[in-house]
């Protein structure tokens, strides 16, 4: 049985930091692509970051600088460091793990993390 499971979210001022997990079980974690994306109240999900087998790493042009995306295939876990927050990354969080083979692709999904940015 696949879980992702997030945690770290939660309410921080304007400029602050929060730092998101993901722990990965049921999949052979280092073969799949990690990310983070985000849903705000009447938006669609939209992707902040995600981080390739290989450690490739992509950004959403609204966090880069900001947002770090890393992971540790020993640990099965991705994290999400988050600087200079604003109120518009207010959202809830969720962690994708994703394998794209020749024949079709896995995709599975976390339950999501709050975070709230506000003063």
């Known amino acids: 049985q696949v879980q992702l499971v997030e945690s770290g979210g939660g309410l921080v001022q304007p400029g602050g930091s929060l730092r998101l997990s993901c722990a990965a079980s049921?999949?052979?974690?280092?073969?799949?692509?990690m990310g983070w994306y985000r849903q705000a109240p009447g938006k669609q999900r939209e992707l902040v970051a995600t981080?390739?087998?290989?450690?490739?790493?992509n950004y959403a042009d609204s966090v880069k600088g900001r947002f770090t995306i890393s992971r540790d295939n020993a640990k099965n876990t991705m994290s999400l460091q988050m600087n200079s927050l604003k109120p518009e990354d207010t959202a809830v969080y969720y962690c994708?793990?994703?394998?794209?083979?020749?024949?079709?692709?896995?995709?599975?999904w976390g339950q999501g993390t709050q975070v709230t940015v506000s003063s």
């Open positions: 994708n793990a994703r394998l794209s083979l020749l024949y079709g692709t896995y995709d599975y």
């Open positions: 981080i390739s087998s290989i450690t490739n790493t």
């Open positions: 049921g999949i052979s974690f280092s073969s799949y692509a």
